[in-house]
T-cell receptor
Framework: DAKTTQPNSMESNEEEPVHLPCNHSTISGTDYIHWYRQLPSQGPEYVIH???SNVNNRMASLAIAEDRKSSTLILHRATLRDAAVYYC????????????????FGQGTELSVKP | GAVVSQHPSRVICKSGTSVKIECRSL??????MFWYRQFPKQSLMLMATSNEGSKATYEQGVEKDKFLINHASLTLSTLTVTSAHPEDSSFYICSARRGLGEAFFGQGTRLTVV
């Protein structure tokens, strides 16, 4: 399984942008980069995913390096509700249309948000 | 709203008994579901891939006879922890993917074996 490396923890101030880095130097050409987050005592929640181009949605933006060996999840204005563990995951085991591709979780980054 | 639902959310059982956890995809059909286990302060560990109409695929080190998985329909997978012991106490989470990309996770089941 292609591996990702993230800082164990990060701190942010409320209403400021947050940049969460992820290194994935062994990524293969068909691996999608997924981000999920997990609030305490809940199942993970999808945040965003991408392949090569930068991606934006309501929750966040995903900036992918040109060589795809790293990516950054950007929360534009952190709120207290964004405090969670953020996981960067490379989707394993299949192409775009493979419903069976499993997600292997690393340790993630625990984001704390200060008021 | 939730598209993958787990039941129960919490369960306490006596050592030696079996516990069944259900995972349902609410508004889509899932030929494949995934079961994870998470210990406190740790990441999710994939236990097995549940395949509708066929045997589950277990990850290395996961006991097949202890963690029985049944995926009898396109919307329901069950995980049964057999002969539970205190070391099986954990947070169990299921997941299913609807079409492309995004995976949905259940809210998790907190199992405590006493």
């Amino acid at each position: 399984d292609a591996k990702t490396t993230q800082p164990n923890s990060m701190e942010s101030n409320e209403e400021e942008p947050v940049h969460l880095p992820c290194n994935h130097s062994t990524i293969s050409g068909t691996d999608y980069i997924h981000w999920y987050r997990q609030l305490p005592s809940q199942g993970p929640e999808y945040v965003i995913h991408g392949l090569t181009s930068n991606v934006n949605n309501r929750m966040a933006s995903l900036a992918i390096a040109e060589d795809r060996k790293s990516s950054t999840l950007i929360l534009h204005r952190a709120t207290l509700r964004d405090a969670a563990v953020y996981y960067c995951i490379l989707r394993d085991g299949g192409g775009v249309y493979n419903q069976g591709g499993k997600l292997i979780f690393g340790q993630g980054t625990e984001l704390s948000v200060k008021p | 709203g939730a598209v993958v639902s787990q039941h129960p959310s919490r369960v306490i059982c006596k050592s030696g008994t079996s516990v069944k956890i259900e995972c349902r995809s609410l508004d889509f059909q899932a030929t494949t579901m995934f079961w994870y286990r998470q210990f406190p302060k740790q990441s999710l560990m994939l236990m097995a891939t549940s395949n509708e109409g066929s045997k589950a695929t277990y990850e290395q080190g996961v006991e097949k006879d202890k963690f029985l998985i049944n995926h009898a329909s396109l919307t329901l997978s069950t995980l049964t922890v057999t002969s539970a012991h205190p070391e099986d106490s954990s947070f169990y989470i299921c997941s299913a993917r609807r079409g492309l990309g995004e995976a949905f996770f259940g809210q998790g089941t907190r199992l405590t074996v006493v």
